[in-house]
């Protein structure tokens, strides 16, 4: 037995072996979703950038502060006699502020601080004789402030500017995964029609060489009874020769399609054992509109926001030239006591306020920079738009570009499919006069081998045709669904 023969039949055996563990494409998608590398690492962007989405929104998110502090101050020779020699103090501030969309910025507060003083026994006397000696006492301090600028971040126009930054060029880089995603699924559909049809041409071309044989070996006999001439017998075996190359390079492209199939589902051999659908099968189930306007792919979206990003960190570093002039208004009570409760009451009360009215104004002294700065970021802005219009470009022409694809595919497939006919018509027909003894077995194997690879030729064709749509599927993934389902 040749070689060629024993390899045609174990992949013959290997077929009949395992063809009850047929592997639809569904089936397929779902291993390479739950076990391919490149899928699982997309998807894991997609989610990753689906929880960062509000990322943005902790800037005007409330802050709450919590301090507690103690002092200790000894005084070991005091001045004044009576001057405490020591100082204890325990303080404890609570806060709570927030950064508002339009601008101002507030803060809500409360401190207490409760102190004891001890003094030297030679005044102790005296100072207990009088009314507001108290040896311990609370401070009660509640705070209210409001901030508001005026020119710089005026309205929280560079806070702003600084949320929509973080929150577009998140939204860019997950549409950007998105699009990863779905094209690891197109090329590992791309992957399971190309083993596909590589199988179907391994056995064409096997029985191509059979058939190559059988005419090489019937000429040979006509050469041997001078019925024919020893030219004819070396035409045949030279497409015998040529038949031998085409099945070993179809065994070399059937193990390369294996090893590519093989890599989306994380599989490291190249053996696979399961029998997959028909590319006829899969061409019939798929079911894509292609509309004549071209998609939003999510490339382009992700060049888009690319572009709304780059004009945010613009807004942001314009605002850095402008001087930053803020209103302060803030009000703190006071209250004071031996004890917390008439401590806290007083600093509630409205005897004691304190009022603060004020401006804060500040310039950088180096403009000029901030000045060449903000301009750079703006030609990055003016370079993203190009980019986008440049993509929209792109996007537009790729889309009729494939739909043109399509039509034109439709059309070869129609004309393949009537070549397909005709030869094998032309076989039958043949078989026929054979029958009859109207031909010859040489004339019928040439034929058959003509169908053969009319056959071939339309099966490259509808693959051709299963990959513009399955294209066409990947482009018009527009929504960025975090869950991976289809």
Do not use: C
Request: hydrophobic fraction near 40%; proline fraction near 5%; charged fraction near 20%.
């Amino acid at each position: 037995m040749s070689r060629f023969h024993a390899v045609a039949v174990l992949f013959i055996l290997a077929q009949a072996a395992f063809a009850q563990d047929k592997l639809v494409l569904d089936d397929y998608l779902g291993q390479v979703k739950a076990k391919g590398p490149a899928y699982r690492a997309a998807q894991a962007s997609v989610e990753g950038y689906e929880k960062q989405s509000h990322q943005q929104d902790l800037l005007y998110s409330p802050q709450l502060g919590l301090s507690y502090g103690h002092q200790s101050n000894y005084q070991l020779q005091p001045n004044n006699p009576f001057y405490p020699t020591s100082t204890l103090g325990d303080s404890f501030i609570a806060s709570l502020s927030d950064k508002l969309p339009f601008g101002p910025s507030i803060s809500l507060g409360y401190a207490v601080t409760n102190v004891n003083l001890e003094f030297p026994s030679s005044a102790l006397a005296f100072l207990g004789s009088l009314p507001n000696y108290y040896p311990e006492y609370f401070q009660a301090a509640p705070v209210a402030s409001l901030s508001m600028p005026l020119v710089k971040d005026f309205l929280g126009t560079q806070t702003h500017a600084g949320a929509k930054k973080v929150q577009y060029q998140l939204e860019s880089a997950s549409q950007g995964a998105v699009f990863q995603r779905e094209q690891v699924l197109f090329n590992a559909k791309v992957a399971y029609w190309r083993l596909a049809l590589a199988r179907e041409t391994l056995a064409i071309r096997q029985n191509t060489l059979e058939r190559s044989q059988k005419i090489w070996e019937w000429t040979k006999r006509r050469v041997a009874r001078n019925l024919a001439d020893p030219p004819d017998a070396l035409q045949a075996e030279a497409s015998v020769r040529v038949a031998e190359l085409d099945l070993e390079t179809a065994q070399e492209d059937e193990r390369s399609a294996r090893l590519e199939f093989n890599r989306y589902r994380n599989v490291p051999e190249d053996q696979v054992p399961e029998k997959l659908g028909s590319l006829e099968d899969s061409l019939a189930g798929m079911k894509v509109e292609v509309p004549e306007d071209p998609a939003a792919r999510m490339d382009l979206r992700a060049t888009e926001s690319t572009a709304l990003q780059q004009k945010a960190v613009f807004d942001e570093a314009y605002q850095n030239i402008l001087p930053d002039i803020t209103l302060l208004a803030s009000y703190q009570g006071n209250g004071l006591g031996s004890q917390w409760g008439p401590a806290n009451d007083m600093a509630f009360g409205t005897d004691h306020p304190v009022w603060t009215l004020g401006a804060q104004f500040n310039l950088s002294l180096d403009v000029f920079t901030a000045q060449r700065t903000a301009d750079g970021y703006e030609l990055n802005y003016k370079s993203a738009q190009l980019a986008l219009e440049d993509k929209k470009a792109e996007v537009g022409q790729q889309w009729q570009d494939l739909r043109h694809h399509l039509t034109d595919v439709d059309k070869r497939l129609e004309m393949a499919a009537q070549i397909e006919s005709i030869q094998k018509d032309k076989a039958d027909q043949e078989k026929t006069r054979l029958e009859l003894g109207r031909t010859t077995q040489f004339q019928l194997l040439s034929f058959e081998n003509d169908y053969s690879l009319a056959r071939l030729n339309r099966l490259s064709l509808v693959l051709e045709k299963l990959s513009y749509l399955a294209q066409a599927q990947w482009w018009l993934t527009t929504e960025p669904d975090a869950s991976g389902k289809d």
